[in-house]
Each structure stands twice: as structure tokens, then as C-alpha cells.
């Protein structure tokens, strides 16, 4: 109601005791004002939430004792407060985000309202009423605080969910490195030198040999294995989206911009990013990733605040970066910075050596996952792809294999239908795993003269000891 009034003749400075009883009995808060702004009425309520007794405050100005301060503790003037101000212009009012103080200098978060009370229609004074609302503004707060870890752990998720498939996906395909070839051992050589640090790697190689893997080889032998790596095609995204996916952006940053969301550093906080096709990125973005790079920090798209990441950097290219340089299309401060270690991927042509274990390990991956079981390989078509170029490389290899698994209707692959590597005879010769395996070995040993021992014999290429190279010959029935 807007108006509250006295059924019978008072002064200004009373309640008659009918309306003290009803006010008495009200678990809210009230205090009572006279024109003056003077205190007239105090129920128990009110004494017990502020630590003032009514004999203290009535005839006084309650808003000295209560309402002094705002809640930051800066003075709150009498004509600025709600109460008062209806005792001049009889407004009714309501504040939900105001504090009372105690006696003991305390406050406490309160709802209250203002009232104006007539008398045969003349304003006699003001009825404040309210209550402590500190467990509700509690509530609020933790639920506020609850929702805001929710959504903030939801959003991390839905980010995170495609990195994580991805990251089991390179997992299953970590057999891409089988092989025990001079080129090969080098690259393992070099990834177990620079993994457990923080230096930025470059790794260039063709399209196809295994950069990412590089890189997730990396990341794995890292003291972040525990955290996420995230990668970017930087050549999947135009300039103009490339910032927004790195940096990530606010509401409205932009049209299309429904919803904040972070970009791949932050993402990659405290883990690995991966930039492949670094040699893609524009000039502008370039002098972009090299600030962030620098400093480690950014702002989001359409945001002013500064974010700070801890990041672990690997980029990879087929391109000749010192090459771009040259020409302009790659700056050289930022080249410099990526170059601090790098890693070059052979490519499969260089290392022919090892397609027979590629072949073996590819085929039990491919067959596992395609549903289907390979026992033999023909010795024709393994020969076949010995003599192939491969200028797709391993990509190229595995996808052959996955499509020769898929005809293979005998658990055999005869690599018969590859027109480009020429087509093998019907009759050809099939070969047991093992003594695939067994001709891989002898393949070795040729190159090295039959040597099986010390850092040129034909153990240290296939990366086992002497010992076990012996027993494995022994159980396949290799001798000289």
C-alpha cells in the first residue's frame, strides 16, 4: 500500500497502542519518523538485528546511528537517503542494495521500504520497514560464484573436446615412425634431445612425413604431457578469422560473434601449441604471433583485458622459411624466434629401408581399426613399394594400405591394383608376417656386410642390442 494510516487522532510523535501490538509482533524491522526525521517508534525486531535499544534512538535522528555510511564506508548525507527523502515529497519507496549498522560498527546487507503515514490526509511521518537479508545476498553470491565456475568449466570443455579427440587420434597414429633407418634414428635422436625443455621447435619436412607427429612426440616426452596440446592449421583459416581463433573473442566482437569464446593460446595455457603451416600466416598476423610469442600475453578480440599464457610453442611448414624470408613473405624477426631448434622430417624416399615395418605396423593399425586381420603381404608388391617414390610420403603409404585392407577379402595384401606403382603378377607370393620381419633384417644386414654389432652393424640400425638382433635371427632362421 501506498499510503498507511491512523484510524484515530495521534501526535506526531506516537502510535497508538492497537498499531504497537501489531507492530510489535512483526519479525521485520520498523522504525517509526516524525516529520522531523526524529525516531518515534523502535519494535523488538529492529533492537535485536541493529543492537540499538529503542530508549537510545527515540527522539533522535536514526539515519546519524544506522544509515551513516554506505558500504564502502563513505559517508552517506542524510538528504540523499530514501527514507528522508519521502518524508519530503511522501514517495513510497523500495532498496534492495543498501546496509544498516550496528551498534558494535558492524553492517549487515538489508531490504527496506519507506512509507508515508497520514493522518485525515496530512502527512505525519514515515514508517521504515526491513529486514536483514544477509543469508539471501549469501546465496545469491555462491550461486553466482557456482554458476560462473559452471559455465566457465562448460565452456573449457566444449573448447577443449575437439584437442582431446585429437590428441587420442595422433596417439593411435604414433606407429607412423616405425623404422629403424639412419634418418630416422636421427630425427629420434633429436626429438629426445629438445623434448623436455621449453625451446620453440620448427619442423619442416614434406607434406605427409609426420610433422605433427613430431610434434606430438614432443609434447608427450615433455614435463607438459599432463596439459593439453592444441593445434592450428594456420593455413585452414583466413586472416581475417585467424586472430579470433588464436586469441578468441568477446560477445559482439564482431558479427557472428554470439558468444565469448577462447582462442588457442589461451587454451593451451601451461601446455603445447602447435602451429602447422606456420608459412601461411599473413604478414599482420605474423607481427601479431610474434608480440604474443614475446611477451606471452594478449587480449582477446573486442576486449582491452590483458591475458597471461604459459605456452610451449612447436610450429611445423613444408615451406623453405629462409627462402620466404627472402622473398618477403616471412619476417625475419619472427623466423629467428620459431627457429631456435630445428627438426627436419625425411621424407619416406629417403629411408626405402623401412617400408617393410611401416607395411607391418600399418596393416595391424588399419586392420584393428577397419574391423579386419592381415597375415600376409606379398613379396612382389612389398618390393613394389620399396621402388616407389612416395611423394605423398607415409600419408601416402597409409592411405594406400587402408584402401588395399578394405578390398582384401583373405587377410592378404597383394598391392595388385595400384596402377600407378604397375600392376603385379596374379601369382604372386605371399609373405607371413615374421618373415617380413625376417626379410627386413636381412635387408639390414646386407647394408651392413652382415656386421650385427657396434655403432655401424646392423643392431644399432634396427635399434636393439646385439643380443636380442641374435635371438631374433636364431627364431627366424636367418643365417648367413
Not at 139 to 153: C, D, I, K, P, W
Not at 220 to 239: E, G, I, T, W
Not at 306 to 325: F, G
Not at 394 to 409: G, M, P, Y
Request: glycine share 6%; net charge neutral.
Amino acid at each position: 500500500m501506498s499510503h498507511s494510516t491512523l484510524d484515530k487522532p495521534s501526535s506526531s510523535r506516537h502510535f497508538l497502542p492497537e498499531n504497537t501490538l501489531l507492530l510489535n509482533a512483526m519479525t521485520e524491522g520498523v522504525y517509526g519518523f516524525d516529520l522531523e526525521g526524529n525516531a518515534v517508534f523502535i519494535n523488538p525486531a529492529a533492537e535485536q538485528m541493529t543492537g540499538w535499544k529503542s530508549a537510545e534512538l527515540i527522539g533522535k535522528n536514526i539515519h546519524d546511528c544506522h544509515h551513516h555510511s554506505h558500504a564502502d564506508g563513505s559517508h552517506y548525507p542524510q538528504h540523499d537517503c530514501p527514507i528522508y527523502r519521502t518524508l519530503h515529497d511522501a514517495i513510497p519507496r523500495q532498496v534492495s542494495d543498501d546496509v544498516f549498522w550496528r551498534k558494535d560498527g558492524s553492517s549487515f546487507p538489508v531490504y527496506y521500504s519507506s512509507t508515508p503515514v497520514y493522518h485525515h490526509q496530512k502527512l505525519i511521518g514515515v514508517i521504515a520497514i526491513f529486514r536483514d537479508v544477509s543469508m539471501q545476498k549469501h546465496t545469491e553470491q555462491s550461486l553466482r560464484q557456482a554458476l560462473a565456475q559452471v559455465q566457465a568449466l562448460s565452456e573449457r570443455l566444449a573448447s577443449e573436446n575437439q584437442y582431446l579427440l585429437t590428441e587420442l587420434q595422433g596417439q593411435q597414429g604414433a606407429l607412423g615412425f616405425s623404422g629403424s633407418s639412419q634418418p630416422i634414428k636421427q630425427l629420434a635422436q633429436q626429438i629426445n634431445l629438445v623434448a623436455n625443455t621449453d625451446s620453440t621447435v620448427l619442423i619442416c619436412g614434406e607434406n605427409g612425413t609426420g610433422k605433427e607427429l613430431v610434434a606430438r612426440s614432443l609434447h608427450r616426452l615433455s614435463h607438459r604431457k599432463d596439459q593439453p596440446m592444441v593445434s592450428v592449421n594456420c593455413a585452414a583459416f583466413s586472416s581475417a578469422l585467424l586472430e579470433s581463433e588464436l586469441f578468441g573473442h568477446e560477445k559482439g566482437a564482431f558479427t557472428g560473434a554470439t558468444h565469448r569464446r577462447k582462442g588457442r593460446f589461451e587454451l593451451a595455457h601451461n601446455g603445447t601449441l602447435f602451429l602447422d603451416e606456420i608459412a601461411e600466416l599473413s604478414l599482420s598476423a605474423q607481427s601479431k604471433l610474434l608480440r604474443v610469442i614475446q611477451e606471452q600475453r594478449f587480449e582477446r578480440v573486442g576486449s582491452s583485458e590483458t591475458i597471461s599464457v604459459n605456452i610451449r610453442l612447436i610450429a611445423a611448414t613444408h615451406h623453405d622459411l629462409a627462402a620466404r624470408v627472402e622473398q618477403g613473405l616471412f619476417r625475419m624477426d619472427l623466423y629467428y624466434r620459431l627457429n631456435v631448434f630445428p627438426i627436419t622430417v625425411p621424407p619416406l624416399r629417403e629411408r626405402r629401408e623401412d617400408i617393410p615395418q611401416l607395411v607391418s605396423d600399418l596393416a595391424a593399425s588399419l586392420g584393428n581399426k577397419l574391423g579386419k586381420k592381415i597375415t600376409k603381404v606379398s613379396t612382389q608388391g612389398l618390393k613394389k613399394l620399396q621402388q616407389y617414390t612416395w611423394p605423398g610420403n607415409v600419408r601416402e603409404l597409409q592411405n594406400l594400405i587402408e584402401r588395399e585392407i578394405i578390398l582384401s577379402s583373405n587377410g592378404q595384401l597383394s598391392f595388385n591394383t595400384l596402377p600407378a606403382l604397375g600392376s603385379a603378377p596374379s601369382t604372386t607370393a605371399m609373405l607371413t608376417m615374421a618373415q617380413a620381419e625376417a626379410a627386413h633384417i636381412v635387408a639390414v644386414l646386407n647394408t651392413t656386410h652382415w656386421r650385427i654389432s657396434g655403432p655401424q652393424g646392423a643392431a644399432a640400425m634396427l635399434d636393439m642390442p646385439a643380443s636380442t638382433l641374435r635371438s631374433r635371427m636364431k627364431k627366424l632362421g636367418i643365417e648367413r
